[in-house]
């Protein structure tokens, strides 16, 4: 699904992605993980559209999407998630899932004089899909609850919930995990592993949380200094002596 191919991004004198090589099989739950500051979000960002890379390129099913801008990805089902969520606080869950298919009928000032009946049946769709959404993560209970209004939790299916709203041939999550507790967290994963097997959807997940991790992926890619230091399943990486240095402490494999 994705191909990256020797990709850098350098910031001054610091190389935050030096050097990158890595695929994203197509039906994979890809797991990236490493410490802060390994470079994983900064891959993310440049695979994503919202850095440029100083080289290197990106390739979506052969396709070179290098540098293309965020709105493109978007079209071509290359969608991602933030640590933090960028819900509207002040719009409804419905509203906020609504909102994400583009090109809809009524927004067009001239359709919703001249096509009314058009506009209301593209709208009704819409929200239809919604609400299919919502039953699906079990969030329909909050539909017409202000996003801003949410659990930390609650607002990362959300974001999920807004991957479904659209035909994403690949979704990037990054930290899907960060600040929420243990029961959601689980829910979300179940969201995941269901979108993965019934309707083929491929994810790659930066996570720190290794419990959720070995839940899920398959393989790990485990990043360093930039660069990726091994990959394999989550055993062998958890077992590789670099990434014990690296990402789990030294001494910690004889602790286990």
Known sequence: MIIVKNLHKHFGGVQAVNGVNLSIA???ITGLIGPNGAGKTTLFNVIAGLYQPTSGNVYLE????????????????VL???????????????????????NQVGESLLNTWL??????ANEE??????NEVMKFLEIDHLSD???????GGQKKLLELGRTMMVDAKIVFLDEVGAGVNR????????????????RNYTFCLIEHDMEFVTR???????????????????????NNEQVIEAYLGTGQRHKR
Do not use: Y
């Open 183 to 198: 029961t959601l967290l689980h829910k979300i994963g179940d969201a995941i592993l269901k979108l993965n097997q019934e």
């Open 125 to 130: 769709a819409v929200r239809a899909k919604a």
């Open 115 to 120: 096509r009314p009946n058009l506009v209301k």
């Open 26 to 28: 197509k039906g994979s």
């Open 145 to 151: 609850e202000f996003a801003g209004n949410l659990s």
């Open 80 to 102: 991602r998630t933030f640590q933090l969520a960028h819900e509207f606080t002040t719009l409804t869950v419905r509203e906020n899932l609504m909102m994400v298919p583009p």
């Open 216 to 238: 899920l992926c398959n393989p790990v890619i485990c990043m360093a200094e930039g660069s990726v230091l091994t990959e394999g399943t989550v055993d062998e990486v958890r």
């Open 62 to 77: 052969n396709d070179d999407i290098t540098s293309l801008a965020p709105h493109k990805l978007f079209n071509k089902g």
